[in-house]
């Protein structure tokens, strides 16, 4: 269970203080996927940042199974069981996909058929992936997609997605849901933060929250969330004419 | 069974990955002496004159047939320069993995340069592998300074796989190519440097003939405090085609001069040139910190990569 308690921070822009995020205090319990949205700017990534330990809050408390990590470093939460895919995945020149999802999961020995599932699980031609490096050869759809993979391949208890469905097309897109499906099945008790705009996300969350402005506007389950947030930036259809055929989700 | 220390075959299996004679053709050479020689029917090594070296002639028509000639020196304050040329005849498909590995643990520097000359005849391909290493803990030096001229005739390939990982002091690496027309060269450089050490590493690749390319990427390493300098210039005479990259990271007090350079003498040759210095990109530190790697654990992953 992740608790964040009056979590507040704020960057030095011209000399001036400006706020981020201010007096947030939220609770993911274990085996919950809560979906945060809300306006682009509002700090839905930052937030997702300090959890990770990639930022410091400036005041309040972020609690993980009961042990307050705030000042606990980007390594020592990964391996208390926090993980965090990235918005914009980082390339690697050299560095191959099975070694990242190697490094994912700790093993240096793990086989190159199971590094395969993972890529299966995110809808990638495993043998066409496995050997390509990391680097610019590979699209930004592609990219995203084995960022994925590395998060399911730690199996960690807290898995923080950053607009996981930003870049990828529909397949893919479809894929993305059965494989958090998967992910909630394959790890007793693991819960998901997931920030997106996109409706269809929103309908697999036991919770929603929204963040907008640099504080929590509102949260609750799903049902009673997401009448109020449809029609608004907060929950985005898919483009009508990609339900129908092909093309990339807008 | 070569008769060699233990410190000896570790140098080998560094060098040159072997733990015993290999197979096919080789001239294994230790400090300064032949230390075991093998010719086939088709690879024949013939020693210069006062151990200066080795003629190694490869026949016409020789394929999926390897040679290695590693050497390895022990002997503190030794210098040797040493002569090796091969004769590549035309249509032949062959590996040859050469390679210096100096260990020394005395006060007086050790020295090897190793000259090595290729005519590679028509047609044939010729993958090469050299690797340098360096141990030992004495104060002495450890240099290496190979010069490596490449003669490329008629759509002949060569492929070139330099490799400076670990413990050479100072380093001067000079390789030269002509090639002519329809011939190709790939080269492939990967430097690692530390302490203090001196790494120059200079490239000059004529593509002297029509339909002629070369490819000269060069990836590096620069730790601590020390300084390298790569210089490579493609030169295209003729309607060709040339590319040379030097992409480099810098680390500590690390220093790098990246000199890539073309000259085109035809109105058809085209030529590119790329480098990059920086260090190591802090997002790919903190991606791997999110795997629950330590910052030297990432570090290492990174660089590891980036030199595979």
Not at chain 1, 37 to 42: E, I, L, S, Y
Not at chain 2, 247 to 270: F, H, K, T, V, Y
Request: glycine share 10%; proline share 3%; aromatic share 4%.
């Amino acid at each position: 269970m992740l608790e964040l308690q009056n979590l507040s921070f704020s960057v030095t822009e011209d000399k001036h203080n400006k706020e981020i995020l201010r007096g947030i205090s939220l609770t993911i319990p274990d085996d919950k996927l809560v979906v945060l949205t809300g306006p682009n700017g509002g700090g839905k990534s930052t937030l997702a940042k300090l959890i990770a330990g990639i930022e410091q809050p400036i005041s309040g408390k972020i609690l993980f199974n009961g042990q307050d990590i705030t000042a606990l470093s980007i390594t020592e939460r990964a391996r208390l069981g926090i993980s965090y895919a990235f918005q914009q995945p980082v390339r690697f020149k050299g560095i191959q996909v099975l070694d990242l999802i190697r490094f994912a999961t700790g093993k240096n020995t793990l086989s190159v058929a199971e590094a395969c599932d993972y890529l299966a699980a995110v809808g990638l031609c495993a043998k066409d992936y496995i050997n390509r490096e990391v680097n610019n050869s590979l699209s930004g759809g592609e990219l995203k997609r084995i960022e994925i993979a590395t998060v399911l391949a730690r199996g960690a208890a807290l898995s923080i997605f950053d607009e996981p469905e930003a870049g990828i097309d529909l397949w893919s897109f479809q894929n993305l849901i059965q494989t958090f499906d998967e992910m909630r099945r394959s790890i007793p008790n693991s819960s998901f933060l997931i920030i997106s705009h996109q409706e269809r996300i929103l309908n697999i969350a036991d919770e929603i929250m929204v963040l907008s402005n640099g504080h929590l506007e509102q949260s609750g389950n799903k049902e009673e969330m997401l009448s109020e947030l449809i029609g608004t930036t907060s929950a985005v259809p898919g483009c009508r004419k990609v339900e129908g055929g092909n093309g990339s989700i807008c | 069974m070569l008769s060699m220390d233990e410190i000896k075959k570790r140098l080998l299996l560094e060098v040159a990955d072997l733990h015993d004679v290999p197979e096919g053709a080789y001239n294994i050479r230790a400090d300064g002496k032949s230390a075991g020689r093998r010719s086939s029917a088709n690879i024949i090594i013939t020693p210069k004159e006062h151990g200066s070296g080795l003629d190694i002639e490869i026949r016409p028509g020789t394929r999926n047939e390897s040679v290695h000639i590693p050497v390895v020196m022990t002997e503190s304050g030794l210098k040797e320069v040493v002569y090796n040329d091969f004769h590549i005849g035309d249509n032949c498909d062959i590996l040859i993995v050469a390679g210096c590995g100096i260990d020394n643990c005395g006060n007086q520097d050790s020295q090897h340069d190793g000259i090595h000359r290729f005519y590679v005849g028509k047609n044939s391909r010729v993958k090469y592998v050299e690797k340098h290493y360096g141990s030992g803990t004495g104060s002495g030096k450890r240099i290496l300074n190979p010069v490596t001229e490449v003669y490329q005739e008629e759509n002949s390939f060569v492929e070139m796989e330099m490799v400076q990982i670990k413990g050479v002091d100072d380093t001067n690496r000079t390789t030269n190519a002509d090639l002519s027309a329809g011939a190709k060269l790939i080269v492939r450089e990967r430097l690692m440097t530390h302490g203090e050490q001196n790494a120059y590493s200079k490239y000059v690749v004529n593509l002297n003939g029509a339909g002629s390319s070369a490819d000269v990427v060069s990836r590096s390493v620069a730790r601590d405090k020390s300084y390298q300098t790569f210089d490579a210039k493609v030169v295209g005479n003729a309607p060709c085609s040339g590319h040379t990259e030097c992409d480099s990271i810098i680390m500590d007090q690390g220093r790098i001069l990246a000199i890539p350079s073309l000259e085109a003498n035809d109105l058809d040759a085209a030529l590119v040139h790329e480098a990059a210095i920086g260090k190591i990109a802090g997002e790919q530190i903190v991606k791997l910190l999110t795997l629950g790697m330590t910052e030297a654990e990432a570090e290492e992953k990174i660089i590891n990569g980036f030199l595979k």
